[in-house]
């Protein structure tokens, strides 16, 4: 279950968050809690889950190593920062970033190179959709994001499908929805990567996730998880979607 704070909260805001947050999971085992903070709240975050399980992760990353690329950070960065986790490919990013499939699988291969945990974020938008597209969005996604990766370097991927109409707008996908379109990926990795894979492979749903539809949407087979924006905010909140899991 994974918390996409996006550009919301200062590290003040941050270490509150953790304070109730904290006591709301513990003694969740069974599931991995993930928070993606701005990065300058890294260390903040790092710092207040201190002694739990929950883990810290960015929320973008640059495809080189170092270098001149003024305002980018690197999966090195992150991971020397504790971080074990990070975002690719967000929706978000690949709007007002103008990332390419290609982009999301150079920060895909930089971020397991560095050991990092990227969760890939694909999706269709809501004119994709109406057109019919999705299936058809949703396999060029992977074909150039993801399928360029060694099936080891796969068997570290975690994928997010999180369709834009669906993320900040309170229009959640049914589960049906969802479950097509997590079918629809997993056939995917089915072909290229092997049935281990795709039995294997965690796929998240995202897309205005709440405390009162996470669990139908759990009970869905395919889905393995949630990545959750606007109500990953709030410490209660959250934690009641952890608890879903
Ligand atoms: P919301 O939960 O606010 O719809 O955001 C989803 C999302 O984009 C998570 O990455």
């Not at 996604?141 to 990766?149: C, H, R």
């Not at 796929?203 to 889905?223: A, C, F, H, T």
Request: glycine share 10%; charged share 20%.
């Amino acid at each position: 279950m994974a918390g996409n704070w996006k550009m919301y909260k200062t590290v003040q805001q941050t270490i509150e968050f953790f304070q109730r947050f904290n006591p709301l999971v513990n003694g969740v085992h069974k599931c991995d809690v993930v928070i993606f903070p701005p990065f300058v709240n890294i260390p903040a975050a790092q710092c207040a889950a201190a002694g739990t399980e929950i883990k810290v992760g960015g929320q973008d990353v640059h495809w080189g190593k170092e270098g001149a690329y003024t305002g980018e950070i690197s999966a090195g960065m992150l991971a020397a920062a504790g971080c074990e986790w990070v975002l690719v490919g967000h929706s978000e990013r690949r709007l007002y970033g103008f990332e390419t499939d290609a982009d999301v699988l150079k920060k895909t291969q930089s971020s397991l190179e560095a050991g990092l945990t990227p969760v890939v974020c694909v999706g269709e938008k809501l004119e994709e959709r109406k057109a019919g597209k999705t299936e058809q969005i949703l396999v060029e996604q992977f074909a150039g994001g993801l399928a360029g990766l060694t099936e080891e370097q796969f068997s570290k991927v975690v994928i997010a499908y999180e369709p834009v109409w669906a993320i900040g707008t309170g229009h959640t996908a049914t589960p049906d929805i969802a479950a097509d379109a997590h079918r629809l990926i997993r056939s995917e990795v089915q072909k290229r990567f092997g049935s281990d894979a795709a039995e294997a492979v965690r796929i998240l749903y995202g897309g205005s996730v709440k405390p009162d539809n996470v669990e139908r949407l759990m009970l869905e087979q395919d889905l393995d998880g949630a990545l959750v924006g606007g109500a990953s905010l709030d410490a209660e909140s959250f934690s009641k979607i952890v608890h879903a899991a």
